[in-house]
Structures are given as structure tokens and as C-alpha cells.
């Protein structure tokens, strides 16, 4: 921390002092000149990006507009909006059960949100805190068990879940997946870097392990906590495959009860995007409320 | 793409899932063939039974139907309880059907009754575990069952046959159609009801329209990736086959069967065939893209409802043929099997297959589904079909292909489904993408037929 500078650049190193008028005016005006080349120069990056921006959220955009068109208007390339009607969302109202599947999904997300941050913070602690025998090797286990596809453990999982009768259930879709490793590697990173001192400081004043886990180590790592467990949350609401080989019904969850209106004799666009557009609300408000944690999730796990 | 990656997925499910169960359950399903006729159901045995059909997959009036279907059945048969559900997994509605049961299987808690695709018939047949019906309740009660006032279509009734036994009894099926917009052909200065008998006809009437709006006019999902049941009576048309009459040789890489996507690929040659995936062709015709559409008849509803908002004539035609050949349609669709092991749910699952296609439920399935009736004496004056058929004059070509119908025939071993990609991709290949039809014909022949040794 020695070494950085506090202070810019320019006020390291000053120009000197002006000893006109004329002088200062030149120098702002260099300055000046500068900032427009600079912005000049910058252009064709913000362009890229804007239209690297307008090509991620026209599909959002698209899907808004089509899902409040008349049904009749579906397969319209007009891209402008209109005319509105609220006919898809009357369609989804009233072919799907769409409010007990937005309640078992929020269910279904939060309890394995919740699961997953918990056994994190736990296996993570273990990881940092304690040198062990095979305590690599464990590590690496999890980490390996991040890179198995899905597909590989997917049937095993399926038979598990069956022999426990746990199939058409939410704790069928839940109970697999109650370890993430992303989720373990991700806290361990911040839990090697939390200051041993703090521990040390803890374990002085009386606490245990699990006091010193809860009383010091989670209070101080609340954002990035906070930051995982929206991650989690939305990783788990987007989930697709594994819920729809446990929850049989169509009608369970969300991302599921989609599919209902995809049919090999064409497919009901307006209801699809009506239906998306009301799954993608509770990710949409946390966004809105929670916009800090959210990108900090993001930018802390490498996905920018 | 959501389909194809749901597909892919699915397929990999199957293929993980195909060794160990079928090593499990192969046991059951060829050994527990019964000789004698499974007991009546007493008047007092209430019976459970799990019903998967793809049909409930789907909201509106496909779910709907079914499961007013199912509550009908339910009302006459009190002793009887049916859980329907629709195949798990995330693949698109009809496409994975048979590894649900699968995977189900593995569990040990396969579904009583399945409606599974005529794709998967000889797997089902031969590995899945499916009880030969005949075996069950025996040939006259099936014949009894699907005779009646209203008898099944004969070429309809033996579809889900096997060695001489009866496996399945066909459900819900569609022919290959070509729906076509007539106020286009108006346009381009051709009668509505022009003659699209043959494919040299459907090619010079396309021209006319092509010139017209200057891009492509004809969509054929056929040649398309998923469309290898039409594919199949495009190919009989032709006088080729995709599999020998023994079931041992795969045949498309024959001179006939080259000679058939040639022919198709001279479409795309000469500006007529667009070159697009199943939902957008149907989309296509539907928005006015493309004015000629050969597909399932199944899509009718959809096309209907799009010539109304749209404004112009929706008009229908049997599958072409080639020159003076008649064509030779194929069928879609399903079958229902019996896939359980003890005789009180099989015989409610007899039961319930019975009314599931019987004349109450076929007006229940074509009216609302919209699916053509197998008892087709219903559409005739005097069934309760035919003031239906009369307001719904496009079913006519599809009525009429019943008569020549041939079977989806499909493919014997476990890597039936690999083997109808390889030719949908080789189809394509030479249709839409221009690589020579007699070695990439070829070539997937002989990488299908070691796929089957």
C-alpha cells in the first residue's frame, strides 16, 4: 500500500506555475484539447459497446413486445410496440397454473439458494481455517466436481432421488444439488484473504471456532455474501433440465410450465413470451433493488 | 435451438440410461410373455394405473382434451384411477417419449400405458418392455375393440403390429399434406385449385409464385432435420425404401433413394425450396413468407388460424408424387402400449386403451385436437363426425391418403435415433447445402447399417 500513489499524476507532478493570464488560458485549452481527443479516440470502443448493448437487450425487448401484442400479432416483425393487449397474458393466466408456479419456484430457488450458501460457508471455513491431511486432495475433489458435467451425474441422481421418493417434489430438485462447489471455491478465495489476525483475535477473547465462524468471519464477509447468494438465486431460478426430469407435471415450476406452450403443431409464440416475461419479473426486481450486489456478484466471480 | 438443445439432452439421457435399463428390464420384457388371457378386473378391484402421453405436455386444448378424456373414462370406470402425466424430461412435445420410459424404467416405476411415437415401435416392441396386447387379452377382443359401427381404418388398424402380434393400438397419427396459399397462386396469375399432384407440378406452379415475389415459395419439412417420417413416403413415392423388407439393410444410400433427394435438391437448384428449420417453415407459410407448405396435417388448426388473420385461402393437397407414380403417403404420430407387468393394471390399461380410441373419444380428439379420426366411417353421413368434416374441407386429402397409407417404418437396435439423424443430416445435406447425392447418400448408409449390426 506504501508504494501507491495517492494522488493523481497531475498532482504529482504540477506544470509550473503560469506566469501570465495567457498562459493559463493555454494550458486549459491543452487540457481541453486532450479530454476531445481522448473522448474522439474513445469512440468507436463506446460504439462497439453500445451496439454490443443494444444486441443483448433487443431479445428482452423483443420478448416485451410480442408478449403484449394480440396473439393474432405473434409472428409480427413490426419492432415497434403495439398494439397492446393484455390476450397472451390472459392465455397463460388461464391455460397454466402460473401463480403456484412462480410460488414453487421462488420456493424451489430459495431453499437451494439457501442450501447452497450454507454448506459453502461451512466447507469454506473448513478449507481456510484448518491444515489437514489430504486437505488438497479434498479441495481438489471439490473443484473436480465442478467440472463433471451434469449429464454425468444426472441419471444417478435421477435414481437416488426415485429409490427416496422424492420424484415430482421440490426437495427432488433440490436435494442433489445441495453442494455447489462454484459456491464453496468462490468463498474460499475470500476466506484465504480474511485477516488471520481477526481469528486469532477471537479465539483470545473466547470464542469457538463455530462463535468465531458466525460472530466474526460472516458479519465481515456480509457483501460478498450477499453477492453469492443473489448468484445463487438466480442460478437456481434459471434452472431447466433437472427440474423437468423430477417435476413430471408441467405445471410445477416455471421454467417447466413454459414449455407447455411449445407443441409439434406450432408453437404459441405470444403465450411463450407472456409466460417468459412474467418468469423473468423476480429476476428483473432483483436487479432493480439489489443492482450493487448483483453486478458485484458478477464482477467477483469473473463473469462480467 | 430449444428444441435441438432439449433434443440433444434428452438423447444423451437416453443413451446413458439405454444399457442399464434394458439389461434390467430385459428380462421382463421377453420373458413375461403371457400365453393365457389376463382375468377380468372383479366388481369390486379398484385398480391404479399411470397414463404418459406427450399430448399432455401441452397447454390448451391438447391437455385439456386428454384430460377430459381421462375424467370421461374415469366416470364409466369408477373402480379404475388414471394418473396422467406427460413424458419428463425437456424435450420437445412428441420427441422423447420413449426415453421417459426409459429413464421411468430404470427407476422401476415405468408408466401402465404410454403413447409412444411408431419411430421408437420396434425398440418399444422388441426392448422397452411393451406387452403384446394380442398376448393379453387376445385377437378377438382387439378385433371386437376396433370394430364396432365405426371400425378403425384397415390400413390404420395394424400399424403398431409385430410378428403377427399386436403391440399397440394406433391412437393419434397425421399423413403428409401440401397446404398451400391460393390467394398467392391467384396472385401469380394460377387457378386456386391448381394441380399439385406431382412434384414437376408443385415445381412449375412454385415458379410462377417465385417470380412473382422473388424469393423461394415452397417449404418441405420432410427434407428437414425431424421430418424423416415424410421423408420415408417421399422416398416410396419414388419406388425407394430407407430399410429392406427383412429389417436387416438400411437402403438409402440405394440408386432409387439418390434419385429422390436429386430430385428435391433440384427444387433448391432452381430457386423454389427455401432452405429453413420446421417452426420457421410453418411460420413461413403462416406470415405469407412461402406459399406452399408439405407437412403434418396435424398443423392445420395453426394454419387455418393464420390464413383467417392474414387474409388469404388456406388450400390443401395430398403428398405429390413423382411422374406418373402415385404417391405413397406415411403416417406421424402414436401408438398406445401396454407397459405393465401386472394383470390387474393391464387389464384396466386394456380397458382405458379402449376408450381411448373409441368413437367417443375420436370426437372428442378431431373436433378439439383436431387429429384425423381412425375410425373414418365417422366423417360419413350418418357419424357424428360428418357435419365436422363438412365445415373442415381441408381434412378431405388426408382422409383420402388413409387408403394408400404406409407405415413410419422404424429402425431395428438402439441406435434408432442415430440413425434417423444421420439421414436427416445427409438429407439436408444434399437438399438444402449441395454435396453429392450419391456419396453422402452412401456414406450415412453404411454408417447407419453398422449402427444396426
Known sequence: MAFVLATSPAQAFPPAAPTTDDGAASAQRGLASRARSKAIASLPAHALLAVLALVSIYPVYWMFVTAFRPNSDALSTNPLPGPVSLENFVTVWQQIPIGSMLASTFGMALALAAAQLLVAILASYGFARWSFRGKKVLYLLFVGSWLVPFQVTMIPNYLLVSQMGLLNTVAGVVLPQLCSAFAVMMLRQHLESFPKELLDAAQMDGRSSWQALWQVVVPNLRPALAALAIMLFISAWNEYLWPSLIMQKSTALIQVGIRAFLGAEGNNWGAIMAASTIACLPIFLIYIFLQRYVVDAFVRSGLK | MFAHRARALALTAAAAVAALSLSACGASSTGSTTSAVIPELSADQKVDITFESYNLAQAGVWSDTINGLVADFEKAHPNITVHAQPPQGGGAVGANTISSVQTQLLAGHAPDVAQLTFDGFDFAA????????????????????????????????????????????????????????????????????????????????????????????????????GGNWCMQGIFKSNGASVLSADRKTIQFGSDAAIDTVTKMAQLTKDGVLRNADSNSQLEGLAKGDTAFLLQSSAVQGMLMQAAAKGGWQLKASGMPGFGSKPAVPTNSGSALFILSNDPAKQRAGWEFIKFMTSDHAYEQISTKIGYLPLRTSLTQPGGSLYDWAQKNPLIAPNLAQLDRLQPWVSYPGNSYVQVDDILGKAIEGVVYYGKDPKSTMQDAQQRAQDLIK
Open chain 2, 126 to 225: 422388441t426392448q422397452l418392455g411393451a406387452q403384446p396386447i394380442s398376448d393379453l387379452v387376445g385377437q378377438k377382443a382387439i378385433d371386437d375393440a376396433l370394430g364396432g359401427a365405426h371400425p378403425f381404418n384397415p390400413n390404420a388398424k395394424h400399424l403398431a403390429d409385430w410378428n403377427g402380434k399386436t403391440y399397440g393400438i394406433p391412437y393419434v397419427f397425421s399423413t403428409p399434406v401440401l397446404f398451400y396459399n391460393a390467394t398467392a397462386l391467384q396472385k401469380a396469375g394460377l387457378p386456386a385449385d391448381v394441380d399439385l399432384s406431382t412434384w414437376d407440378k408443385v415445381e412449375a406452379a412454385a415458379k410462377a409464385v417465385s417470380a412473382k415475389t422473388g424469393k423461394p415459395s415452397v417449404d418441405v419439412a420432410c427434407t428437414s432435420i
